[in-house]
């Protein structure tokens, strides 16, 4: 009797305890994947079965406190009423630079509860057959987002296509405009790493970097080279002033963004006029990538994709001393334009 009551209480206790066990992980689970700083609206768990009339939610997705069904990116038409979603046009656009760390970048400030990410590039300013779309047709490509958020997209063809500026200024000339850098030869080579991936892909054979960026004739740098004139930051900015004073645009160190983001984004926070949200907790390094990767909340975390972080082909050293003192006047002139001194060779 007395070893059948024993065993009886032993049972309770165990239930007991795995519900003691069970409450305390939920709640782990769910403080951590609150917005803790800001909660971002409040969503309850209405929603029911995918429907008919359902569409994109992009922009919702792996915002931190929201459902897991509005990560997932969908949501009716029923639930964009409810919330008042709506396509805003950027108030914010990374306009390059290539190679420039420029998917790191929107993918770090969609860590921002205010910021809202257009997932693909858009062209819309510089391919004339999207331009000619009109400016709804750009605004219908844009992600869902509460009215207080705002919606950021990045093409960074936009930097270096000579049309671009004065589109933008004609959809918006206060937009805030952010230009990501890295040291010019680096950049240049990651460049041509990319391109040179894409005919490894097709069985294509591909010239050597040297043989691009050096003209054979004259021995000096191909100022016709796409990834050489890409990197003449100054030459592409000075189009853009004709537009926009130099307040509007927010130089982004592209170099320090791979080793030590956290900096960079909260002067970015900074510029676009957000509280500072982005915090340590958010990035965290991962050696097998050797980059930081993004932390949503305890649930939820991604690091970029494997064609962000190429190995590059290793390059003459003299040839690359000769891009460097190409670069050099050039880069001290964007300096002094920018404000923004970096330690380029
Ligand atoms: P490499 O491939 O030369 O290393 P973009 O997005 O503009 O194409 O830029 C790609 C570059 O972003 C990569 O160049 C990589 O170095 C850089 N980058 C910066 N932060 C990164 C991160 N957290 N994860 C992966 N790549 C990152």
């Known amino acids: 009797m007395l070893f059948k009551q024993q065993a009886l209480l032993r049972q309770k206790l165990f239930v007991?305890?795995?519900?003691?066990?069970?409450?305390?992980?939920?709640?782990?689970?769910?403080?951590?994947?609150?917005?803790?700083?800001?909660?971002?609206?409040?969503?309850?768990?209405?929603?029911?079965?995918?429907?008919?009339?359902?569409?994109?939610?992009r922009a919702l997705q792996f915002k931190r406190g929201l459902l897991h069904e509005f990560r997932k990116g969908n949501a009716t038409k029923e639930q964009i009423r409810l919330h008042?979603?709506?396509?805003?046009?950027?108030?914010?656009?990374?306009?390059?630079?290539?190679?420039?760390?420029?998917?790191?970048?929107?993918?770090m400030l969609n860590l921002h509860p205010a910021v809202v990410k257009a997932s693909q590039e858009i062209h819309f300013f510089d391919n004339d057959e999207n331009y000619a779309k009109g400016i709804e047709w750009y605004r219908k490509k844009m992600p869902f987002s509460y009215p207080h958020q705002i919606t950021i997209e990045k093409s960074p063809a936009y930097f270096i296509t000579e049309?671009?500026?004065?589109?933008?200024?004609?959809?918006?000339?206060?937009?805030?405009?952010?230009?990501?850098?890295?040291?010019?030869?680096?950049?240049?080579?990651?460049?041509?790493?990319?391109?040179?991936?894409?005919?490894?892909?097709?069985?294509?054979?591909?010239?050597?970097?040297?043989?691009?960026?050096?003209?054979?004739?004259?021995?000096?740098?191909?100022?016709?080279?796409?990834?050489?004139?890409?990197?003449?930051?100054?030459?592409?900015?000075?189009r853009w002033l004709k537009y926009f004073p130099v307040e509007q645009f927010h130089i982004v160190d592209g170099d320090r963004l791979i080793t030590e983001p956290?900096?960079?984004?909260?002067?970015?926070?900074?510029?676009?006029?957000?509280?500072?949200?982005?915090?340590?907790?958010?990035?965290?390094?991962?050696?097998?990538?050797?980059?930081?990767?993004?932390?949503?909340?305890?649930?939820?975390?991604?690091?970029?994709?494997?064609?962000?972080?190429?190995?590059?082909?290793?390059?003459?050293?003299?040839?690359?001393?000769k891009l460097r003192k190409f670069f050099h006047p050039f880069n001290q002139k964007f300096y002094q334009i920018t404000g923004r001194t970096f330690n380029w060779p």
């Open 16 to 57: 007991l305890g795995s519900l003691a066990i069970g409450s305390l992980l939920y709640l782990v689970a769910r403080v951590g994947s609150l917005d803790r700083l800001q909660p971002l609206c409040p969503i309850d768990g209405r929603f029911g079965p995918r429907g008919q009339d359902e569409i994109q939610l």
């Open 163 to 238: 049309e671009v500026p004065e589109r933008i200024y004609k959809m918006n000339s206060s937009v805030k405009l952010l230009i990501i850098v890295r040291e010019p030869t680096t950049r240049a080579i990651s460049d041509y790493t990319q391109v040179l991936e894409g005919k490894e892909r097709k069985n294509k054979t591909y010239y050597k970097f040297e043989k691009l960026a050096i003209d054979p004739n004259t021995c000096e740098v191909n100022t016709k080279y796409k990834a050489v004139r890409t990197s003449i930051y100054t030459k592409h900015l000075e």
């Open 84 to 107: 008042n979603l709506v396509q805003q046009l950027p108030k914010a656009i990374i306009i390059g630079v290539r190679k420039g760390g420029t998917r790191a970048l929107l993918e």
């Open 262 to 321: 956290l900096p960079e984004l909260q002067l970015v926070e900074k510029f676009l006029n957000l509280p500072p949200r982005i915090s340590q907790y958010n990035l965290y390094f991962n050696a097998t990538r050797g980059f930081y990767c993004l932390r949503f909340n305890i649930v939820f975390n991604k690091c970029l994709a494997g064609s962000k972080g190429r190995i590059h082909p290793e390059v003459d050293t003299s040839v690359i001393t």
